[in-house]
Structures are given as C-alpha cells and as structure tokens.
C-alpha cells in the first residue's frame, strides 16, 4: 500500500486526495488560483503596455546582485529578451496557476521568478524601501509569496482541482485500455 | 478502493473538478478589461489622443547601411577635451585610446560615411592622438588655415576655445567647408552676426554643437508643452550645478606641457597678447579673452533644451545678470556663481537662470504652466496645477492628485537612474494617474546624432538640427547675459541697430 494512502483512509488513489480534508482541499486551490492571478496580472499589464519595460527595475535593483541586473538593464539587446521572457513568462506562469495547468512546472517556474525578484530588492538590513509599501526585514510579501509557492508543492492540487486533472484521467484512460488489452482488469493503485 | 479506478476514463466529476477553476479566468479577464477602459478614459479624459499620437522617445538612432552618397573628407581642428569626445561619437579612436566604459558612438549604429581626413591642434600630444584615432587617413596639421585651406577637406569640426570659433568658421564657410562648431557660437555678438552673413554667403551648412537637441527627451517635452498640457508658460527655471576642478575648469595640466610642444601664439591670436601661460591655454574657459564664461559654457546648454521644448524662444527683449568669484579664489576672470533674468515680453515669457561651480545639486528645469508644471531633467514629468481651470474636474474628483505626475517619462537609463533618481520617485511616477513609460530604445550617444544631422543635412542640402540663425539667436542670448553681469546694469536687445545696448531707465530715485 503506498505510504500517503493511509493519510485520510479512504479513496487514496483519487488524484490529489493525499490525505487533506475537502476543507484543506479548497483552501489550497484557493491559494493557486490567488498566487496565479497575481502572476497573470503582472504578466498582462506587461503583455498591454507597448512602452513597458524591465530596464526601470533593473536599473533599481540593490543588494549584493545590483551589478548584475544593472548591466542587464544597459544592454538593449538583452533587455529585449528580459523583457519578453518576464512579460510572457509571468503571464504563463499566472494561466498555469489559475488554470491547474501543469500545475508542478507553473508552481517551480512562478517560485523561480520570486527568487530573482527577492534577490533585486532583498529586504536585508541597510536596504532602501519605498514609500507606503510597508516595512520589511529579510522576510518580504515577495518571500511570503514565494513559501506559499512551496507549500502548493508540497500540497499539489492541479489534479484535485485544474486542467491536469483531465490530463491525467485522459493519461488513465489511455493506460487503462492498454491494460484492458494486456488483461482482464486494471492494475490497483494506479494514481 | 473506489469504482473509478477500476473504470479509468474520465468521470463527470473529474470533469467539474478540472475545470473548476477556470470561472477564476473568466473573472480575471473581465477584471482586467474593466480596468484597463478606466484607465483609457481617464487618460483620454485629460489628454484626448495626445498620448496615442506620441511618439515613444528612444532608439533614435538607425543601425544599418552607411548613408548613400561619396564619403565626406571631414577635417577635426582642436583635439582636446571635446575634440577627443567628438572623434569618439564619429566612430574613430583606437581600443587604447577609450577610457573605461566608454564606447565608439557608432557602435551598433550606421557608420557616419565620412573618412577622418585632417586633424589640427597646437599641442603637439593632441595632435598626435587624433592622427592615431582617424586610423591613420589624417593629415596632421599644426596650422588651422592650412587644413582648412586643403582640397582633400570638405568639412571642419571646429572644438577650439571659444574666441577662435567665429575666425576659422568664417575662413571655412569662405573656404566652402562646412562647419560643425562648438558652443558658444561666438566671443561676441558682432562676431556671431559676421559669422552668420559669411556663412549664408558661402552656402555652407553650419551646425552649433548643442547636441542636447538630438535628446529625444526634449522632443517629447516639446510635444507635450506644444499641446497645451500645460498651459500658458510665462515663467521657466534652469540650472547649472558643477563642482569639482575639471568642471570647474581646472582640469589636469598635462605634466609634459611646455613651450616646447605649446604653439602659444597661435592659441592667443584675435588680438590677445599675454605671456606664455600653461594655465591659460589649458584653463582657457576662465579668462574674458578666449572663453565666454558661465553664461556661454553652461547656460547655453540650458537654454537650447528651453528653446526646443518652448518652440524657439527668439533674442530676450532685455537680460539682467549678476555674479562673483566666490568658489574659486584661483586668479580668474569669469565668474563662478552667475545669475541672470530675460525677458521675452512679446511671447509674455520669463526666464531665470542660476549657476555655481561650488555645488553639484542636481536641479531640473521648471516650466510653470497656468494648468501644469514639466520639471525636465533626464526625464519628463508634468504635474497638474491644483488652480488649473483645465483639469478642474479631475482635481475635484480626485482623479489627479496634483502631488503626482500626470504624465511621466523616464528614460530607460540605468545610469541616469541609478544618478538621478530615487525610489521615491518610482514610487510616484509609479502611482502617477498614466504614462509611466521606460521605452525599450537603446542609449545612443547625442553627439553622434548631431554629427550624423549635420552630415546629412550636407548630403541632402537641408538645414541642420541647429542652424546658423539659431547659433546667432544663441550666442545674442549668451552675450547680453555676460554685458549685463559686466556692465552691471539691465540691457536689452537693439533689434534695428543689432546692438546690445544698455538699458538705461528713467533715472528714477528711491
């Protein structure tokens, strides 16, 4: 019997159960669909501003990395690429989220961005901050946001509710009939 | 073990459960269109159309193909400070020859199409780098009549002290060479307005060295003041903060400098005898006798960028300046704190203007409008005026907050932001009602700009960015800002005359 079967007890092989309540359940997709349209939003208004671009940011980051991004920020041709790889990439990012679409590689990639937006303004002691934004010590929104990321990792929900799910059930589908053809019935346990 | 593993095919509630969250996409979309039309007619509110039919400044320069056209034979006279500047926008120096970070003005640009054919210069290491940055195609000339006297010179870059512009534009312009030369235009009025009627009468292009006029930062500034965002302008601000010797025009004198590799009367010239001075001829900029201090150092950059953004300002109808040596205590001539006011009655104008070389605050240039204020500084932000009858209703509804920007453009610099500005400000620009905008256009050196307008103008027989008539209008304003600080009194323009005149009043007494 696989080890997260006997979390809950009951229904182990529905896709994504692994031993939460329903509560939990939503609560977890809640916070996808959240984290996502945060993502999504920040991709679209990029994605709809024609004059938009990452140089302004780059050029302010801080911290130990400043260098880095600042650099990036002064040469055009690699400003282009920066900028539609965050343009798109957010917005790529934000639809997989909402959408539990390929929820595992959205949820790596999303956490992904967060790192190199932590390391921009790391919130270490020293740092300038701007006005009416809060204030911050080590721990930020974008590191918040970035734990909640791991959480949905360690919890994954594309299959209990999103898009995977059909992906998945499409896959089970498919297996099943393989099976059906090899056997007289489906092996247990298939997740 | 539930039945849906032992049927595997896709239930009804995994059907529900995977797309139980699409809804969330359809709210966002709907969320986003909602916002994005109020954004749209709040802009629309304040600027109509102006900001669709605007131009995102940036990348103004062209990569690619060479001009069409014979390649131009274009001779350098002086390679000092700006002479080595202006050989590096063109395109020529050798990799030994660039300081750290700097780069060929052409790089990733359009060559200019010209060949480096002749250098000038009366010390002798100057004249040496030139020849070795042209890549070897420039004669050396130690006499400045001579390259300009040349059949295989078919323009000159003039970046001399300011007393020999107006002499060697007026040889070349009768010699049937163009000129770019350096600001200020002239040592004096009666040598700009000379210049300007040899110039006209040779048919020459002549180009005045404001480079600030390719900085498409103020074409976007112009755009906006010219539409009437802001208002009538009757009163503009700017400023000149330097500090430091080499702003300060004490430079470095190179230690191998002497009578040996120094033509010295060939630096005096114009009239001018003096003994052999190494401070003079490297300092030029702090004698009366070969520089046009301050006022044609300094403020003139200020002004070109005013007289672009305002639509051509035109000579003031009077000037009034003051100003004292109280930085620098080192035996020079021209001032180090300088003030002056014009007055433009016939387009109802003001304008003030206030230098130090002691201080190197950074201030930006006002224009106050009766419905907005620009503050113009490597970037643009204008800021609706809380009694503006043009964006009244906007005020009252809150939709403009006068503390923030309603337009704002911050080019997409990283060292001019890293320079000159702070969080707080992205902050603001951020919060600012619209047009937030860092374009994606790459930095392209201005000076590389104003050679290329210059060059192309030639070809194609046009007028240039800054043409005679306006290095005329430049060099009046200048001059009667420097009679005033000089004479101490108010002067004012005799238009019939052509004459800065003192302006004596009534007499009346206090």
Redesign the interface.
Known sequence: MDRRDDLRGR?P??PGARGVSGRQQVAL?LL??AI??HF??EG?VKL??????S??A???AQGPLAGVF?EL??H?RI??VV?RAMSWGLTAVG?GL???LLTRAATVAAAGLLVLFYLMNPPVPGM??????GSYLIVNKILVELFALGVLLAFPTGT???????LQ??G??I??RADVVGSE??P???P | MSKGDEAPLLTRRDLLAGLATTPALVAFVVAARTHAAYRKDSRHGIFGDLLERLPLPGGAGESGAAPAGPVLNVGLIGVGYRGKQLLVAAGFAQPGQLAAGESLGTDGEAPLGIRIAGVCDIYQPNLDWGVVASGGTAVPYRKARDLIASPGIDAVILAVPDHWHVPLAVEAARAGKHVYVEKCFSHDVDGALAAAEAVKAAGVVLQLGHQGRQNSLYALAARLAGDGLLGGIRLAQAFTNHNGPVLAWNGAIPKEAGPRNVDWEAFEGNGATHPFDLDRFFHWRKYWAYGTGLSGDAFTHEWDALDLVLGGLGIPGTAIASGGIYGWRDGRETPDTYQVVYEYPERGLALTYNATQANGWRRDKILFGADATMTLEGGVRVYADRDSTRYAEFLKTGRIDPDRPIAAYLPGDGRWLDAGTSATQHWAVSRGLLYSTTPTGRRVNTATLHLRDWLDAIRSRRQPACPIDLAVVEAVTAHMGTLSMRWGCRVRWDAAARKVVPDRDTGGTA
């Open positions: 229904d092989s529905r997709v996808r669909v996502g349209w999504l939003y679209w709809v501003d024609p004059g938009w671009t140089a302004g780059l050029a302010a600042r920020s002064t055009w400003l282009e900028d639809l909402v959408l539990g300038e901050f701007l006005p009416g934004e209990v509710a999103g898009l995977d799910r059909l059930g499409r089970r589908a297996a099943g019935r489906p247990e346990g298939i």
